[in-house]
Structure formats: C-alpha cells, structure tokens
C-alpha cells in the first residue's frame, strides 16, 4: 500500500482512499475490535486509487480496520499496521465542524467542536 488517507469521517460513515503501486483490488475488514471482520467493504475495481465508502456506522465509536489488497496476479497484500490495525472514531451525534481563517492566502484551519 502506499498510501492511506481518511478522507472524511462522520456519525454513521466514514470514507477512506487508498493507493497502491499497481492496479489492484481493496478489501476493508472493519470491526469495533482490532484483528476482527464484523464487515467488509471491497472496491471490486482493478485501479491504482481506491475511495471507499464504510457506512452504517454507529455515532462516538471508535473502528478498526484492515486492508487487503490484490494484483491481477493474485498476489495478496495483507496491512493490519503492523498488528495495531488502522482506527477512526466516528463522531457523537453533537459534535459540530468549526472552520477558521485569517486569511484568505491560507489554509482553513478544521476544529472539532461539542456542543453541550
């Protein structure tokens, strides 16, 4: 894999995109424990640039996932990030996105806030 990107993650989906070297097929293996399949998403496409979509989510809860990836060789590429799974949290049904600039020459800065 070469790269790895959470894209956007929200209460109930989270989206993710992955890269690799050589067209391949991406499979996510997704659970609320690390090195569990509770389910799987797959790109079930032959491309370098993988933009995955995991829904059904449930709010303020932390994920863990693993890829597998697969050439149209059949070779099978398996990261679990070095046994610690890769991991989101979803956010609670009251966090809010807060969005602040200075300038218009920079980059918006993102904040994460909770509303009480």
């Given amino acids: 894999m070469l790269g ?3 894209v956007q993650v929200t209460t109930n989906w989270a989206l993710l995109q992955i890269s690799t ?3 391949a097929i991406v499979q996510i293996d ?8 509770q389910f799987v998403v797959n790109s ?4 370098n640039i993988h ?4 829904p059904n989510l449930q709010p303020g809860t932390r994920y863990y996932f693993m890829v597998t990836m697969t050439d149209n060789l059949g070779n099978v590429t398996y ?3 070095n046994g610690n799974c890769y991991t989101f ?3 609670s049904e009251n966090q809010f996105n807060l969005w602040m600039m200075s300038d218009t020459r920079e980059k918006p800065q993102r904040f994460i806030a909770k509303q009480d």
């Fill in 4 to 6: 790895l990107d959470i």
């Fill in 21 to 23: 070297s050589e067209p």
């Fill in 30 to 37: 997704c659970a609320t424990t690390c090195g569990v399949s």
């Fill in 44 to 47: 079930n496409e032959w491309k």
């Fill in 51 to 54: 933009t995955l979509l995991i």
């Fill in 79 to 81: 990261d679990e990030n």
């Fill in 89 to 91: 949290m979803t956010r």
